[in-house]
């Protein structure tokens, strides 16, 4: 007896809609979701577990760890902007290759993925650890002296798992590539909830408030990283089953020279862009700083919110990176273009949806953050806010998908620094030092999602990155004919 699957029902059920109204193709819609929905549920557990550290901390400290963890979770990010834009560059590869069936490449790709990966992150955890209190103080300015204080408790703890979360990228959309979001799901997913059991323990147990939060996060990456490294190198795990991609150190080159240039060649315009993306949020968390401790806190959560709210993007945005790399490896451009076409618009109507529940619930949602009447009324706007960026954020992540894909990663580098650099940090300054005030804190928010949004698309639209990918594919195998 089949095991009920009400998220992707769901997601048939939208697309299903989509469908009877003729916008999608309903067989690439069912094997999207099949690809995506594991995605998704992993992206939920993961997001949940951050919104969980938020929430609790909130709830046993109050708004000052709020605006500490915000302040240490922007620092955290810069792991998983490293980590994640040499993974763009992974997928991107495996996928190629998986479609091309050149099998025997997957293992150098992802040993070669794994390097790069530790090589920019290990860095970035040695200056966590050595001057924590000098990076908080540098964003939270001018918060309270207690928020800083958590901020630098945080990640001080969490520098032992940068290089992890690194590497947990990188096993991650290999096997995503490989179309096996099965895996992923199970392993980052697990992860997760014993995140939060953890999390919940010294929290709330021990009372060892956001210094917990940090080492529940830290062993659950250790449990993460140790499961990929253990199932890639046997071949197969008891209750989770075979991977597709493998890795022998024996049989297979660690390095091959096209194999890294090519990833270099993928990969950096994302390191920079996911870098430069998470960067901006230094300037932005200084800005709102400027309004105090509570509107920190406020604004944290709506973050929390949308970040929640875009897991459907994790799904969908990885889906078409592998569905379009495939079709592309197997030379099929306009079935490339068809797939890149059906999941945007299964995305928008997804994320519209979700959407539109966080603005009815706004009050509910932020009342599970905090009770203090001085933050809440606020933190409900920001919940509002969040949520309707978050669409255009849907559109921006389902366009990258098929860039990504083919190899064409510098529009969305651009995308990403106009939104931030160009309009979200300008206009959050005049919400600070104008008397715009938290009206420009609220257009920034919108403007960071609206203008990736609009520059993806657009070169989306286009269809240069079909042409792009050529430079990228292998050659086809052999056939036994």
Known sequence: MAVPNPLRWLLLAVGRWLSDLELVDRERIERTTDLAWPRILTGIARMSKSVADVAMVGLAIGPAAIAGVGFGGAFWGLAFALGGGVAGGTISLVSQRYGAEAYDELSTVVTCSAVAALLITIPIGILFAAIPETLIELVGSGSSEASIEYGADYIRVLAVGVPLAGLNLIGSRALVGADDAWTPMLVRGGGAIV????????????????????????????????????????????????????????????????????????????????????????????????????????????????????????GFSLASSSLVGQELGSGDENEAG????????????????????????????????????????????????????????????????????????????????????????PLAALGAWTPLALWGIYASILAETIVPAAVN???????EWKAISREFRPEAAPSDD
Request: aromatic residues 12%; hydrophobic residues 55%.
């Open 338 to 425: 068809l797939y890149g076409r059906d999941i945007l618009r299964l995305a928008v109507a997804t994320y519209v949806i979700g959407a539109a529940l966080a603005v009815i619930f706004a009050r509910p949602i932020a009342m599970g953050f905090v009770n203090e009447a001085s933050t809440l009324p606020l933190a409900t706007k920001f919940v509002r806010v969040a949520a309707l960026s978050v669409v255009f954020w849907g559109v921006s992540g389902a366009a990258t998908g098929p860039l990504r894909a083919s190899g064409d990663t510098r529009w969305p580098f651009y995308a990403n620094l106009l939104g931030r650099y160009g309009f979200a940090i």
């Open 195 to 314: 995140n939060i059991g953890l999390n919940a323990t010294f929290i709330f147990g021990l009372g060892m408030g956001v210094t917990g939060a940090a080492l529940g996060t830290v062993l659950a990456n250790v449990l993460v990283a140790g499961t990929f490294a253990a199932g890639m190198l046997r071949g197969s795990l008891p209750w989770i089953g075979e991977f597709p991609v493998t890795v022998s150190l024996r049989s297979a080159p660690i390095f091959d020279r096209d194999i890294l240039r090519d990833l270099v060649r993928i990969a950096s315009p994302l390191v920079v862009s996911n870098t430069a993306g998470n960067v901006a949020r230094f300037p932005l968390l200084f800005l709102v700083g400027q309004f105090g401790e509570t509107t920190v806190a406020a604004y944290v959560i709506g973050r929390q919110v949308r970040n929640l709210l875009n897991t459907p993007g994790w």
């Open 457 to 463: 698309y657009h070169r989306f639209a286009t269809g």
